[in-house]
């Protein structure tokens, strides 16, 4: 039986994901197929003779990009039909190139907006996606930005129309990213209550959470992206997102139980919060309407805390709630607080340590006389001891303390849990569960 804990501070699968997610756009850009060409350079710009420009970009010096945009200008903004003649997907891998040519300086969307003009209709009538990426592209311009304006109005009627909830969270953090600077007032408040409602919706739709389902998780997280982009100020985004989050939770409390809550997810989650305003808003879901302490907003309040270098605060008042309960005799008060307080000191001082969580909710589920908090707390030592590949110990304690549940699913849970992880570990993905 192995004895050391093999869980990171963030699943292996969420870094790469956000990984790919931030640098996709440059990889696609750079990224070679074995045949040597970038794979959008070859499928759509082979055929205009353009090869000696891309050589002259991955050259990368001053000289040779000046080349290559006098190259570029001469062929498709100088020449009447320069443009006329590109397809949509060949008028991108020449944007790509012309993006590179003129990198740091004004008016890199020259090329993009002259074919615009040029084509008319062309991707306004197309997918989202396609000017989505379009007024990305768009340099905010003072004035009457009639480019950039036909596009606002088509995405802001993707976004706010009939076929919005098909509309995936990545492309509303594209969407919003793009639009920020071109929105006005109006159309900001619009689309900003628009996208509340979509989170919402999606959050209601879901149904389970699976083990290692990073992406349920980062598609929450995405959506303070789209709240900050469309918020007039940043603060006003973190709040948007402080509010929204805990029916996250809530749905995941209903749909399965807090202690597959990871860790690293949890960090995720909290990442926003560490600003004072967000992480006061958040508390205001701290219990639920019986007084209850929400472990899972705990949870992230514990991340928070400490990503504002603040933990050493979080933990004192969870000593000072504990201490509080046992005056008054609410022993299943300060049952929750003591689960709360483990958590805080699983995760600091580094390294993430489990173990440390693991005897104060031992002492928990022996002090509360409460089967909500005895399910939480069997949950949480069950998913330690299977951190710890202790999964005989994990047994035992389910078949000890099982019996005192009145929710018997979630025995069958548990049981389950327990052989879903050995599985993980005979894969060797222990570590990202």
Not at 32 to 45: D, I, L, N
Not at 281 to 301: C, K, N, P, S
Not at 310 to 315: H, I, S, T
Not at 366 to 379: F, H, I, K, V, Y
């Amino acid at each position: 039986m192995r004895s050391n804990p093999r869980v990171p501070a963030r699943p292996r699968g969420a870094v790469f994901f956000v990984v790919a997610l931030f640098c996709g756009s440059l990889l696609a850009g750079l990224a070679y197929p074995v045949s040597g060409q970038p794979v959008w350079f070859t499928e759509a710009v082979s055929g205009f003779g353009l090869q000696e420009t891309r050589d002259r970009l991955l050259a990368g010096t001053a000289q040779a990009r000046a080349d290559a945009r006098r190259d570029l200008e001469a062929r498709f903004l100088d020449e009447a039909s320069g443009l006329t003649g590109l397809t949509w997907p060949q008028a991108k891998a020449v944007q790509r190139l012309y993006g590179l040519a003129v990198l740091g300086q004004p008016q890199p969307d020259r090329l993009l907006r002259a074919w615009s003009r040029e084509n008319p209709g062309t991707v306004a009538s197309g997918a989202l996606a396609d000017q989505v990426w379009l007024l990305s592209e768009f340099e905010s311009r003072e004035g009457n930005d009639t480019d950039a304006r036909q596009l606002v109005t088509q995405i802001i009627g993707a976004l706010d129309g009939p076929a919005a909830q098909a509309v995936d969270t990545r492309t509303w953090a594209a969407a919003a990213r793009a639009l920020g600077p071109h929105l006005s007032d109006g159309e900001r408040a619009t689309l900003l209550n628009t996208a509340r409602a979509a989170f919402a919706n999606e959050i209601e739709s879901k149904t389970s959470f699976g083990l290692r389902d990073a992406e349920e998780y980062l598609g929450v997280r995405m959506w303070q992206d789209v709240f900050v982009a469309l918020s007039d100020a940043e603060a006003s985004g973190h709040l948007a997102y402080a509010r929204l989050l805990p029916a996250f939770l809530d749905r995941m409390t209903q749909t399965e139980i807090y202690w597959r809550f990871n860790y690293g997810y949890m960090e995720l989650l909290a990442e926003p919060l560490a600003r004072e305003e967000g992480r006061t808003e958040f508390r205001r879901y701290l219990t639920d309407d019986d007084g209850r302490l929400r472990q899972g907003v705990a949870r992230i309040l514990a991340y928070a805390y400490r990503g504002a270098g603040e933990l050493d605060r979080w933990k004192t008042e969870c000593d000072q709630q504990i201490q509080e309960a046992r005056d008054e005799g609410a022993n299943d008060r300060a049952a929750q607080w003591l689960m709360a307080l483990g958590y805080a000191q699983a995760i600091a001082p580094e390294p993430l340590t489990p173990q440390r969580e693991f005897g104060r909710v031992q002492r928990a589920l022996r002090m509360s006389d409460n089967p909500q908090t005895w399910s939480e707390a069997l949950g949480r030592m069950v998913f330690i001891h299977c951190a710890y590949h202790r999964h005989d110990d994990a047994r035992r304690d389910l078949d000890r303390y099982g019996p005192r549940l009145t929710d018997t699913a979630q025995v069958t849970r548990l049981e389950q849990f327990i052989r879903d992880s050995e599985y993980l570990i005979d894969q060797e993905a222990i570590a990202e569960f």
